[in-house]
Protein backbone atom coordinates (compact mmCIF):
# COMPACT_ATOMS: atom_id res chain seq x y z
CA UNK A 1 0.00 0.00 0.00
CA UNK A 2 1.08 3.61 -0.81
CA UNK A 3 1.28 6.59 1.09
CA UNK A 4 -0.79 9.63 0.24
CA UNK A 5 2.45 12.00 -0.11
CA UNK A 6 2.42 15.32 -1.38
CA UNK A 7 3.54 15.75 -5.38
CA UNK A 8 6.78 15.94 -5.03
CA UNK A 9 8.11 13.50 -2.55
CA UNK A 10 11.88 14.36 -0.83
CA UNK A 11 14.73 13.12 -2.29
CA UNK A 12 15.69 10.57 0.49
CA UNK A 13 11.87 8.91 -0.43
CA UNK A 14 12.77 8.56 -4.12
CA UNK A 15 16.10 7.18 -3.76
CA UNK A 16 15.51 4.43 -0.45
CA UNK A 17 14.84 0.90 -1.83
CA UNK A 18 11.60 0.20 -0.53
CA UNK A 19 10.16 3.84 -1.69
CA UNK A 20 7.17 4.75 -1.18
CA UNK A 21 5.70 1.55 0.15
CA UNK A 22 4.29 0.63 3.49
CA UNK A 23 6.38 -2.50 4.66
CA UNK A 24 4.48 -3.55 7.43
CA UNK A 25 0.84 -3.89 8.05
CA UNK A 26 -1.54 -2.52 10.55
CA UNK A 27 -3.21 -3.60 13.49
CA UNK A 28 -6.22 -4.78 13.90
CA UNK A 29 -7.80 -6.74 17.33
CA UNK A 30 -6.11 -6.36 20.35
CA UNK A 31 -2.66 -7.81 21.65
CA UNK A 32 -0.44 -7.78 24.83
CA UNK A 33 2.92 -6.60 25.21
CA UNK A 34 5.39 -5.44 27.87
CA UNK A 35 6.34 -2.32 26.28
CA UNK A 36 4.17 0.09 23.75
CA UNK A 37 6.46 2.67 21.77
CA UNK A 38 4.33 5.32 19.75
CA UNK A 39 6.11 7.03 16.86
CA UNK A 40 7.95 5.16 14.09
CA UNK A 41 11.19 7.53 13.70
CA UNK A 42 14.94 7.23 15.03
CA UNK A 43 13.18 7.72 18.48
CA UNK A 44 10.97 5.28 18.47
CA UNK A 45 12.60 2.53 16.67
CA UNK A 46 15.95 2.84 18.66
CA UNK A 47 13.58 2.40 21.93
CA UNK A 48 12.10 -0.35 20.84
CA UNK A 49 15.48 -1.79 19.71
CA UNK A 50 17.06 -1.86 22.71
CA UNK A 51 13.66 -2.68 25.50
CA UNK A 52 14.03 -5.50 22.75
CA UNK A 53 17.32 -6.36 22.84
CA UNK A 54 16.81 -6.31 26.88
CA UNK A 55 14.28 -9.14 27.12
CA UNK A 56 11.10 -7.29 26.34
CA UNK A 57 7.86 -7.64 24.61
CA UNK A 58 7.51 -4.47 22.62
CA UNK A 59 5.15 -3.17 19.99
CA UNK A 60 5.84 -0.25 18.00
CA UNK A 61 2.41 2.10 16.85
CA UNK A 62 3.54 4.25 13.76
CA UNK A 63 0.92 6.42 12.25
CA UNK A 64 2.22 6.63 8.31
CA UNK A 65 5.09 4.61 7.31
CA UNK A 66 8.68 3.97 9.76
CA UNK A 67 10.24 7.40 9.03
CA UNK A 68 7.49 9.33 7.65
CA UNK A 69 8.08 12.63 10.24
CA UNK A 70 11.42 14.48 11.14
CA UNK A 71 13.44 11.65 11.14
CA UNK A 72 13.11 10.67 7.38
CA UNK A 73 13.40 14.03 6.27
CA UNK A 74 16.12 16.21 7.79
CA UNK A 75 19.19 17.29 6.79
CA UNK A 76 20.85 14.27 7.62
CA UNK A 77 23.55 15.92 10.20
CA UNK A 78 24.64 13.89 13.11
CA UNK A 79 26.38 16.33 15.36
CA UNK A 80 27.75 16.47 18.88
CA UNK A 81 26.26 18.87 21.71
CA UNK A 82 22.61 20.00 22.43
CA UNK A 83 20.38 22.75 20.55
CA UNK A 84 20.49 24.91 23.54
CA UNK A 85 24.28 25.25 24.20
CA UNK A 86 25.83 24.45 26.71
CA UNK A 87 25.97 28.11 28.92
CA UNK A 88 22.58 27.49 28.89
CA UNK A 89 22.53 24.15 30.44
CA UNK A 90 24.65 25.34 32.94
CA UNK A 91 22.55 27.84 34.01
CA UNK A 92 19.30 25.12 34.02
CA UNK A 93 21.46 22.38 35.07
CA UNK A 94 24.59 23.35 36.73
CA UNK A 95 28.04 22.62 35.71
CA UNK A 96 28.20 19.10 36.23
CA UNK A 97 25.02 17.62 34.79
CA UNK A 98 25.90 20.09 32.02
CA UNK A 99 28.84 17.88 30.98
CA UNK A 100 26.69 14.29 31.48
CA UNK A 101 24.45 16.57 28.64
CA UNK A 102 27.82 16.72 26.49
CA UNK A 103 28.95 13.87 27.07
CA UNK A 104 26.42 11.78 26.31
CA UNK A 105 25.43 14.26 22.70
CA UNK A 106 29.71 12.78 22.06
CA UNK A 107 28.19 8.88 23.10
CA UNK A 108 25.18 9.27 21.05
CA UNK A 109 27.63 9.36 17.51
CA UNK A 110 29.26 6.84 18.63
CA UNK A 111 25.70 4.89 19.48
CA UNK A 112 24.99 5.30 15.58
CA UNK A 113 28.29 4.33 14.40
CA UNK A 114 27.73 1.06 16.17
CA UNK A 115 24.44 0.15 15.04
CA UNK A 116 25.37 1.16 11.89
CA UNK A 117 28.53 -1.61 11.98
CA UNK A 118 26.42 -3.69 14.06
CA UNK A 119 23.31 -4.21 11.93
CA UNK A 120 24.74 -3.76 8.48
CA UNK A 121 22.83 -0.10 7.95
CA UNK A 122 23.80 0.88 4.21
CA UNK A 123 23.11 4.53 4.84
CA UNK A 124 25.78 6.10 3.02
CA UNK A 125 27.44 7.64 6.07
CA UNK A 126 30.33 9.95 5.67
CA UNK A 127 32.09 11.66 8.50
CA UNK A 128 33.08 15.43 8.80
CA UNK A 129 31.08 18.42 10.04
CA UNK A 130 31.60 21.95 9.66
CA UNK A 131 29.86 25.31 11.62
CA UNK A 132 31.05 28.03 9.14
CA UNK A 133 30.66 31.89 10.17
CA UNK A 134 28.90 34.38 7.72
CA UNK A 135 30.52 37.36 9.63
CA UNK A 136 33.00 38.71 11.96
CA UNK A 137 30.86 38.00 15.21
CA UNK A 138 30.44 34.03 13.86
CA UNK A 139 34.37 34.20 13.74
CA UNK A 140 34.89 35.21 17.39
CA UNK A 141 32.38 32.76 18.43
CA UNK A 142 33.85 29.71 16.84
CA UNK A 143 36.65 30.61 18.31
CA UNK A 144 35.62 31.14 21.93
CA UNK A 145 33.83 27.57 21.24
CA UNK A 146 37.26 26.03 20.40
CA UNK A 147 38.55 27.06 23.61
CA UNK A 148 35.69 25.85 25.50
CA UNK A 149 35.68 22.63 23.98
CA UNK A 150 39.38 21.62 23.69
CA UNK A 151 38.98 22.88 27.85
CA UNK A 152 36.23 22.81 29.42
CA UNK A 153 34.79 19.49 27.86
CA UNK A 154 38.29 17.76 26.42
CA UNK A 155 36.80 17.58 23.41
CA UNK A 156 39.83 16.91 20.83
CA UNK A 157 38.02 15.81 17.73
CA UNK A 158 37.24 19.88 16.87
CA UNK A 159 39.76 22.40 14.89
CA UNK A 160 39.28 25.86 14.20
CA UNK A 161 39.88 26.58 10.46
CA UNK A 162 40.83 30.46 9.18
CA UNK A 163 39.18 31.19 5.82
CA UNK A 164 42.04 29.67 4.22
CA UNK A 165 41.65 26.14 5.54
CA UNK A 166 38.29 26.46 5.33
CA UNK A 167 38.72 25.93 1.75
CA UNK A 168 39.58 22.23 2.08
CA UNK A 169 35.79 21.80 3.10
CA UNK A 170 34.02 24.23 0.93
CA UNK A 171 34.86 26.67 -1.51
CA UNK A 172 32.42 29.77 -0.97
CA UNK A 173 33.62 33.40 -0.73
CA UNK A 174 30.40 33.36 1.66
CA UNK A 175 32.40 32.13 5.04
CA UNK A 176 34.36 33.62 7.10
CA UNK A 177 36.49 30.58 9.01
CA UNK A 178 34.66 27.54 10.34
CA UNK A 179 34.89 24.82 13.31
CA UNK A 180 35.84 21.16 11.81
CA UNK A 181 34.71 17.95 13.63
CA UNK A 182 35.90 14.86 12.77
CA UNK A 183 33.57 13.49 15.07
CA UNK A 184 30.19 14.39 13.32
CA UNK A 185 28.93 13.35 10.12
CA UNK A 186 26.17 13.14 7.84
CA UNK A 187 24.11 10.69 6.57
CA UNK A 188 20.71 9.37 4.51
CA UNK A 189 18.09 9.79 7.13
CA UNK A 190 15.44 7.73 5.84
CA UNK A 191 17.55 4.62 4.75
CA UNK A 192 19.06 4.80 8.57
CA UNK A 193 15.80 5.34 10.43
CA UNK A 194 14.52 2.27 8.39
CA UNK A 195 17.75 0.29 9.56
CA UNK A 196 17.13 0.87 12.77
CA UNK A 197 13.57 0.15 12.61
CA UNK A 198 14.44 -3.50 10.73
CA UNK A 199 17.00 -3.81 13.84
CA UNK A 200 14.56 -3.42 16.16
CA UNK A 201 12.34 -6.15 14.09
CA UNK A 202 15.69 -8.32 14.05
CA UNK A 203 16.07 -8.02 17.78
CA UNK A 204 11.89 -9.50 18.63
CA UNK A 205 10.25 -5.94 18.61
CA UNK A 206 6.61 -5.85 16.38
CA UNK A 207 6.21 -2.36 14.18
CA UNK A 208 2.58 -1.73 12.76
CA UNK A 209 2.27 0.99 10.35
CA UNK A 210 -1.23 3.00 9.59
CA UNK A 211 -1.73 2.56 13.07
CA UNK A 212 -2.56 6.13 14.89
CA UNK A 213 -2.67 5.63 18.42
CA UNK A 214 -5.51 7.56 19.44
CA UNK A 215 -6.27 7.77 22.93
CA UNK A 216 -4.09 5.59 26.15
CA UNK A 217 -5.88 5.53 29.06
CA UNK A 218 -3.72 4.03 32.15
CA UNK A 219 -5.08 0.99 34.31
CA UNK A 220 -3.73 -0.81 37.23
CA UNK A 221 0.23 -0.82 36.51
CA UNK A 222 -0.16 -0.36 32.69
CA UNK A 223 -2.09 1.42 30.00
CA UNK A 224 -4.38 0.55 27.25
CA UNK A 225 -3.44 2.23 23.64
CA UNK A 226 -6.69 2.93 21.04
CA UNK A 227 -6.13 2.55 17.41
CA UNK A 228 -8.38 3.08 14.85
CA UNK A 229 -9.10 -0.78 14.52
CA UNK A 230 -7.15 -2.24 17.33
CA UNK A 231 -5.57 -1.72 20.97
CA UNK A 232 -2.31 -2.30 23.07
CA UNK A 233 -2.53 -3.64 26.59
CA UNK A 234 0.83 -2.84 28.10
CA UNK A 235 3.11 -2.07 30.93
CA UNK A 236 4.72 0.41 30.29
CA UNK A 237 4.11 3.39 27.42
CA UNK A 238 7.15 5.47 25.66
CA UNK A 239 5.56 8.44 23.51
CA UNK A 240 8.08 9.19 20.77
CA UNK A 241 5.64 11.15 19.18
CA UNK A 242 7.38 14.24 18.85
CA UNK A 243 5.67 17.22 17.13
CA UNK A 244 2.66 14.74 16.30
CA UNK A 245 1.80 13.95 19.46
CA UNK A 246 -0.88 16.39 19.53
CA UNK A 247 -4.10 15.55 21.46
CA UNK A 248 -2.66 12.05 22.21
CA UNK A 249 -0.83 14.01 25.11
CA UNK A 250 -1.95 17.59 25.96
CA UNK A 251 0.63 18.28 28.77
CA UNK A 252 3.36 17.66 25.99
CA UNK A 253 2.11 19.23 23.00
CA UNK A 254 2.07 22.83 25.09
CA UNK A 255 5.59 22.28 25.25
CA UNK A 256 6.72 21.88 21.77
CA UNK A 257 6.00 23.21 18.52
CA UNK A 258 5.79 22.12 15.11
CA UNK A 259 8.51 24.12 13.07
CA UNK A 260 9.00 23.32 9.46
CA UNK A 261 12.50 23.51 7.74
CA UNK A 262 12.52 22.95 4.23
CA UNK A 263 15.52 21.30 1.83
CA UNK A 264 16.65 21.08 -1.98
CA UNK A 265 17.87 18.59 -3.97
CA UNK A 266 19.46 19.06 -6.77
CA UNK A 267 20.48 16.87 -9.60
CA UNK A 268 23.52 14.67 -9.83
CA UNK A 269 26.45 17.12 -10.29
CA UNK A 270 29.36 16.34 -12.13
CA UNK A 271 31.91 14.87 -10.05
CA UNK A 272 34.22 17.36 -10.96
CA UNK A 273 32.20 20.24 -9.71
CA UNK A 274 30.94 18.80 -6.49
CA UNK A 275 34.29 17.80 -5.37
CA UNK A 276 35.37 21.48 -6.24
CA UNK A 277 32.37 22.81 -3.76
CA UNK A 278 32.65 20.26 -1.40
CA UNK A 279 36.37 19.17 -1.51
CA UNK A 280 36.37 16.53 1.98
CA UNK A 281 32.18 15.61 1.03
CA UNK A 282 31.97 17.54 5.05
CA UNK A 283 28.31 18.25 5.92
CA UNK A 284 28.23 22.09 6.63
CA UNK A 285 25.95 23.79 8.57
CA UNK A 286 26.47 28.62 9.10
CA UNK A 287 25.73 29.92 12.84
CA UNK A 288 22.54 32.33 11.69
CA UNK A 289 19.68 31.65 13.83
CA UNK A 290 17.49 30.67 10.55
CA UNK A 291 20.61 28.63 9.11
CA UNK A 292 21.52 27.56 6.40
CA UNK A 293 22.96 23.67 5.79
CA UNK A 294 24.39 21.61 3.07
CA UNK A 295 26.38 18.48 1.93
CA UNK A 296 26.91 16.06 -0.88
CA UNK A 297 24.30 12.76 -1.16
CA UNK A 298 25.48 9.51 -2.24
CA UNK A 299 25.17 10.27 -5.94
CA UNK A 300 26.85 13.51 -5.88
CA UNK A 301 23.84 16.15 -5.63
CA UNK A 302 23.90 19.24 -3.55
CA UNK A 303 21.45 18.67 -0.61
CA UNK A 304 20.74 22.53 0.77
CA UNK A 305 18.38 22.95 3.97
CA UNK A 306 17.17 26.26 5.67
CA UNK A 307 14.73 28.61 6.24
CA UNK A 308 11.65 27.96 8.98
CA UNK A 309 8.52 28.57 8.87
CA UNK A 310 7.07 29.19 12.26
CA UNK A 311 3.92 30.11 10.88
CA UNK A 312 3.09 26.50 9.68
CA UNK A 313 3.13 27.84 6.30
CA UNK A 314 5.20 26.85 3.46
CA UNK A 315 6.81 29.17 2.03
CA UNK A 316 5.33 30.42 -1.27
CA UNK A 317 7.91 29.41 -4.20
CA UNK A 318 9.66 26.93 -2.29
CA UNK A 319 12.16 25.43 -4.47
CA UNK A 320 13.37 28.58 -6.34
CA UNK A 321 13.99 30.74 -3.00
CA UNK A 322 15.51 27.99 -1.77
CA UNK A 323 17.74 28.30 -5.28
CA UNK A 324 18.57 31.21 -4.83
CA UNK A 325 20.13 30.88 -1.12
CA UNK A 326 22.36 28.09 -2.88
CA UNK A 327 23.35 29.74 -5.45
CA UNK A 328 24.55 32.76 -3.07
CA UNK A 329 26.38 30.15 -1.35
CA UNK A 330 27.74 28.67 -4.99
CA UNK A 331 27.45 30.83 -7.70
CA UNK A 332 28.93 28.14 -9.95
CA UNK A 333 25.48 26.50 -9.43
CA UNK A 334 23.21 28.77 -11.28
CA UNK A 335 22.23 26.97 -13.85
CA UNK A 336 22.15 23.69 -11.40
CA UNK A 337 18.38 22.05 -11.79
CA UNK A 338 16.77 21.15 -8.91
CA UNK A 339 14.90 18.00 -8.95
CA UNK A 340 13.28 17.84 -5.18
CA UNK A 341 12.24 19.95 -2.61
CA UNK A 342 10.44 19.14 0.40
CA UNK A 343 9.80 20.19 4.12
CA UNK A 344 8.89 18.87 7.43
CA UNK A 345 8.29 19.73 10.92
CA UNK A 346 10.92 19.44 13.88
CA UNK A 347 10.02 20.07 17.43
CA UNK A 348 11.17 22.48 19.44
CA UNK A 349 10.86 23.17 22.83
CA UNK A 350 11.23 26.65 24.61
CA UNK A 351 14.52 26.54 25.51
CA UNK A 352 15.92 24.54 22.74
CA UNK A 353 16.48 21.62 25.57
CA UNK A 354 15.32 18.41 24.37
CA UNK A 355 12.53 17.03 27.26
CA UNK A 356 12.81 13.87 28.05
CA UNK A 357 10.43 12.42 31.45
CA UNK A 358 7.23 10.68 32.33
CA UNK A 359 4.22 11.43 32.56
CA UNK A 360 2.86 8.84 35.39
CA UNK A 361 5.44 5.91 36.43
CA UNK A 362 4.68 3.88 33.62
CA UNK A 363 4.51 6.25 30.64
CA UNK A 364 7.37 7.98 29.53
CA UNK A 365 8.00 10.19 26.36
CA UNK A 366 10.85 12.04 24.12
CA UNK A 367 10.48 14.89 22.67
CA UNK A 368 12.01 18.35 21.86
CA UNK A 369 15.08 17.57 19.83
CA UNK A 370 15.03 21.09 18.74
CA UNK A 371 17.13 20.22 15.46
CA UNK A 372 19.69 18.01 17.25
CA UNK A 373 17.94 14.89 16.76
CA UNK A 374 19.55 12.71 13.84
CA UNK A 375 21.62 11.07 16.93
CA UNK A 376 20.42 12.01 19.94
CA UNK A 377 17.10 10.16 19.19
CA UNK A 378 18.89 7.16 18.53
CA UNK A 379 20.31 7.59 22.23
CA UNK A 380 17.47 8.68 23.65
CA UNK A 381 15.81 5.40 22.68
CA UNK A 382 18.83 3.68 24.55
CA UNK A 383 17.78 5.68 27.86
CA UNK A 384 14.30 5.37 28.13
CA UNK A 385 15.06 1.99 27.84
CA UNK A 386 17.59 1.93 30.27
CA UNK A 387 15.16 3.78 32.23
CA UNK A 388 12.30 1.15 31.69
CA UNK A 389 14.32 -1.61 32.63
CA UNK A 390 15.22 0.06 36.48
CA UNK A 391 18.25 2.04 35.97
CA UNK A 392 17.27 5.85 35.19
CA UNK A 393 20.17 7.84 36.22
CA UNK A 394 20.86 8.78 33.32
CA UNK A 395 17.61 9.61 31.75
CA UNK A 396 17.13 11.45 34.55
CA UNK A 397 19.71 13.97 34.25
CA UNK A 398 17.85 15.03 30.71
CA UNK A 399 14.81 14.71 32.90
CA UNK A 400 16.06 17.45 35.48
CA UNK A 401 15.84 20.21 32.08
CA UNK A 402 12.93 22.93 33.21
CA UNK A 403 10.48 23.50 30.42
CA UNK A 404 7.56 25.54 30.06
CA UNK A 405 4.19 25.43 27.88
CA UNK A 406 4.69 27.69 24.99
CA UNK A 407 2.96 30.82 25.96
CA UNK A 408 -0.21 31.79 23.79
CA UNK A 409 -2.27 28.94 24.08
CA UNK A 410 -3.75 26.80 21.49
CA UNK A 411 -4.82 30.04 19.24
CA UNK A 412 -1.91 32.59 20.17
CA UNK A 413 0.95 30.76 20.64
CA UNK A 414 2.06 30.24 17.28
CA UNK A 415 1.79 34.21 16.41
CA UNK A 416 3.20 34.70 19.17
CA UNK A 417 5.91 33.02 17.87
CA UNK A 418 6.38 34.15 15.00
CA UNK A 419 6.76 37.79 15.87
CA UNK A 420 9.28 37.04 18.54
CA UNK A 421 10.92 35.47 15.86
CA UNK A 422 11.59 38.86 14.30
CA UNK A 423 14.01 39.54 16.74
CA UNK A 424 16.58 36.76 15.41
CA UNK A 425 15.76 37.73 11.77
CA UNK A 426 16.79 41.10 12.55
CA UNK A 427 19.89 39.48 14.20
CA UNK A 428 21.25 37.52 11.54
CA UNK A 429 21.08 40.27 9.34
CA UNK A 430 23.89 42.43 11.96
Same mark, same amino acid.
Given at each position: ????????????? #??????????????????????????????????????????????????????????????????????????????????????????????????????????????????????????????????????????????????????????????????????????????????????????????????????????????????????????????????????????????????????????????????????????????????????????????????????????????????????????????????????????GYLDITMSRAPDFG????????????????????????????? #?? #??????????????????????????????????????????
Open positions: MRLDLPPAPSYYL #ASSPAGLELERPALEGEIETDIAVVGGGLAGCSAALHLAKSGFKVALLEANAVGYGASGRSGGQTIFGLAAGQKSLVSQVGREDAKRLFEMSVEALDLNQSLIREYGIECDYRPNHVQVATKPRHVAELSEWFEELREEYRYESVSLLDRNELQAHVKSERYLGGLLDTRSGHLHPLKFTRGVARAAESAGAVIFERTRALRYQEEGVGAIVHTPEGRVRCRHLVLCANAYVGPLAPALSRRILGVGTYIIATRPLEPGLARSLLPSDAAIADLNWILDYLRLSADQRILFGGRVSYSALQPRHLAESMRRRMVGVFPETSGVEVQYAWGRLSPNVFYLQGFSGHGMSLTVLAGKLVAE #AV #AGTAERFDVFARLPHRDFPGGPLLRRPSLVLAMLYYRLKDLL
